[in-house]
């Protein structure tokens, strides 16, 4: 076993990424550290 820590990252598909909602919730994502993003209009 390796003793380097192994970060794990999220990927969020946000379909609507240019109404209301998912534009919030893409602005809130970016500012987390472990989320990959992929906006669908």
Known sequence: MSNTA???RKT????GANGV???N???YLV???D???I???
């Not at 969020?12 to 379909?15: D, I, P």
């Open 25 to 27: 919730l893409i602005d």
């Open 39 to 41: 906006g669908v209009s």
């Open 12 to 15: 969020a598909l946000v379909v």
């Open 35 to 37: 989320w990959d993003i």
């Open 31 to 33: 500012t987390l550290p």
């Open 6 to 8: 192994t970060i794990l």
């Open 21 to 23: 909602i998912g534009r």
